[in-house]
Every structure is written in C-alpha cells, then in structure tokens.
C-alpha cells in the first residue's frame, strides 16, 4: 500500500492553494498599505509667525546692519509615524553668502499632528555685506533671505518599525526694512 492515496494528495493540494491564495491576499494587502496609508509624506511646514524684532543699522564708520527675526513655524506631520529628530543648526544665507545660523533643540514631533518649532535668528551683514546687490536691496527696502535646515532623526510606526530619515526645509524669507516686518515661504521633503 502507497504512504498517500488519492485522497491525501486531494487535500494535500487544497492546503497549498489555499495557503497560496492566503498569501498573496496578504502581499496584496501589505503592498496596499504601504503605498496609501505608511508610504512616507513630506511634513508640510507653515510659517505662523515672522516678527521683524529689531533692525539697527549704523551707517558710522562702516554701514553695519543687524536684524533679530522671530520664527514660528508649524510642522504638520502627516505621517503615521512620530519623527524624534537630533539637535540641528539652521542656516540663513543672503544671495547665497552666509548671514546668520540658529540653534534647533532635539524634539520629536508625534505621529499626524502639529509641532511648533519657535527659533530666533539674528542677522548680521559682515557676512554679505560685500554682496554687489546688498546695498541697493537695502535701499529698496526689502531683503531677501534663504534658510535651509536638515534635521536627522529615527521615524518609529506603531512602535514597532523604526527607520532613518532625513528632512529639509528650505524658507525664503523676505524683509521689508521700510515697513520693519518680515514674510516667509517654506517647502519641505523627508528623505529614508
């Protein structure tokens, strides 16, 4: 007598398709939540506030200009996961030669929610003051401005998948020295 008959290998087949078709219901679905609800978003970075704090300028002895801007920005996590991220620097550049840079404090920002990030930059035109453009943006009364800012940190999905990521934020931020207020545009990507 066989070790199977016909009636083994009959059910010995349902077992398999059926575990077959489990399986790529399965792959379906993880492939499905991965690119509609886990596939990473960029955070959306609004700016709630530029207060134009001081402008001083000294046109004795040498044209010396210094500006304290306050920014409150708001990242909007739109990620199901929470984004901890490593104290970082942000960078503040005027047509491209360094202006100022600014102290970000490691924090995390939770899973689909809103985070204030509150920062104080002060500008000081020694580093682009021999910019060709500096003085005639000054007497036109608007200067243009560009912060960039990379934070590093671990993104962690219902605590259980934890990866790297990297996020950049760019912001043109323009000033208005007749009007002593300030406006800013931000765009933002997350990078795995």
Same mark, same amino acid.
């Given at each position: 007598?066989? $070790?199977?008959?016909? %009636? ?12 077959? @078709? !489990? !399986?790529? @219901? =399965? !792959?379906?679905?993880?492939? &499905?939540?991965?690119? &509609? ?12 506030? /530029? ?9 004795? #002895? ?6 304290? @801007? ?7 996590? %739109? ?8 104290? +970082? %620097? ?17 924090? &995390?920002? #939770?899973?689909?929610? *809103? ?24 007497? +036109?009364? $608007? !200067? ?10 671990? /993104?962690?999905?219902?605590? /259980? =998948? ?6 950049? +934020?760019?912001? *043109?931020?323009? /000033? ?17």
């Amino acid at each position: 007598m066989g $070790c199977c008959n016909s %009636r083994t290998k009959k059910a010995l087949k349902i077992g398999c398709g059926i575990t077959a @078709i !489990l !399986l790529i @219901i =399965l !792959l379906i679905v993880a492939i &499905t939540l991965y690119f &509609t609800i886990l596939k990473p978003k960029s955070p959306k970075v609004t700016t709630q506030s /530029v207060a134009l704090e001081t402008v001083r300028l000294e046109p004795f #002895p040498a044209i010396h200009l210094n500006i304290t @801007i306050g920014l409150i920005l708001t990242i909007h996590n %739109r990620n199901y996961g929470s984004f901890k991220y490593d104290s +970082s %620097r942000a960078y503040v550049t005027y047509r491209g030669d360094p202006a100022a840079e600014a102290l970000i404090e490691a924090d &995390t920002i #939770p899973a689909r929610a *809103d985070h204030d990030l509150n920062t104080t930059v002060l500008i000081d035109s020694d580093g682009f003051f021999k910019n060709p453009n500096f003085l005639g943006d000054l007497f +036109s009364g $608007c !200067l243009n401005f560009t912060s960039s800012t990379a934070l590093h940190g671990k /993104v962690t999905v219902w605590k /259980v =998948l934890k990866l790297k990521a990297r996020t950049v +934020s760019t912001c *043109d931020i323009s /000033v208005f020295t007749k009007f002593q207020n300030a406006t800013s545009v931000c765009k933002s990507k997350i990078k795995f």
